[in-house]
């Protein structure tokens, strides 16, 4: 065990050790308290080379090296800043266009309600006036009276008269027996076998042209 330990080297090598030489400022050769080990400050440490050399100033990082676990925020590219911009103007003129659209639709029902009542009344007026402008010209124009040939058929002849289809056969019937000089008491007049009334008229018969009254005698 001993022989064991002596062949073994030594753990720590104590021959480059040098021993510190202190410089004292008081006038008594032994001092009483050793000095003191300086803070560290947070004063940055310099490296002096040379004159010529710029000093290099070593920043204290210790808060640094705490937050370093922190993940970093997520970087947004220029790229994806574009997309954000570009979708919220097409959001916006999307809004735009849907505005623009309602404004029109309204604006043409608008005109749309506009021209129908517009249509409506020019049509109730143009109605009004046609059935007014009628009613004048029915009331300025002459009634044309419609005429008819009729003839007389008595035992001797045939005879002609062009007479109104609206006027009484009192006035014709007189217009006859003058004709024939006859005293229209003492004839009668029938026509599709019936006695026609003084007071009738070829329209109320229904007489059209080149009818045929039939003339016969009374008896005494």
Known sequence: MDESTEELDPLFDYSRVRPIHCVYVDDDDSPDELPTKRL???????????????????????????EDWLPPPPKISGHSQDLLGENSMIKE????????QQS??????????AVESSVRRDLSSS??????????????APLERTKIVISFQDKDELRQFRVYKDEKFERIFKMYV????LDI????????????????????LGMEDDDIIEVHA???
């Open 40 to 66: 560290n400050t947070s004063e940055p440490a310099v490296q002096v080379v040379d004159d010529d050399v710029e000093v290099t100033e070593v920043k204290n990082s210790e808060n640094k090296d705490e």
């Open 93 to 100: 003129l999307r809004l735009k266009k849907l505005e623009l």
């Open 104 to 113: 029109l639709a309204r604006s043409a029902e608008d005109v749309l309600r």
């Open 127 to 140: 109605i009004q006036s046609s059935l007014d402008d009628a009613a004048e010209q029915k009331l300025k």
């Open 178 to 181: 003058d004709k024939v000089k």
């Open 185 to 204: 008491q003492s004839l009668g007049f029938s026509f599709d076998g019936d006695i026609i009334h003084s007071a009738a008229t070829p329209n109320s």
């Open 218 to 220: 009374k008896k005494k």
